[in-house]
Nanobody, 123 residues
């Protein structure tokens, strides 16, 4: 089974930046980031579809976060700039291992999940 490992979380002040990394142990079709803040439901953040290179962003992070990666290395990154306290959450990497028709924001369509990395943004 493909496993995902995240890294790069930590504590940052509002307006600062962090970069998260996720590496898969095998090939993936789509890789994405979701997050779950305290008392909140899990929400979609960003995704990349390797076959086309197309990227997707939640409205809440558009213009601040950038997803990129290296498909050959099975690795995805999210550069998070202009951080806000509301970005505080556990961030989860997720992957689809094959093509599906589902929207990249549909969390139920992802087969493999990482354990999560904590991001805390102070005011």
């Amino acid at each position: 089974q493909v496993q995902l490992v995240e890294s790069g979380g930590g504590l940052e002040q509002a307006g600062g930046s962090l970069r998260l990394s996720c590496t898969a142990s095998g090939r993936t079709y789509v890789m994405a980031w979701f997050r779950q803040g305290p008392g909140n439901e899990r929400e979609f953040v960003t995704a990349i579809r390797w076959s086309s290179g197309r990227t997707y962003y939640a409205d809440s992070v558009k213009g601040r976060f950038t997803i990129s990666g290296d498909n050959a290395k099975n690795t995805v990154y999210v550069q998070m700039n202009s951080l806000k306290p509301e970005d505080t959450a556990v961030y989860y990497c997720a992957a689809r291992l094959y093509y599906t028709y589902n929207s990249p924001s549909a969390d139920t369509s992802y087969e493999t999940w990482g354990q999560g990395t904590q991001v805390t943004v102070s005011s």
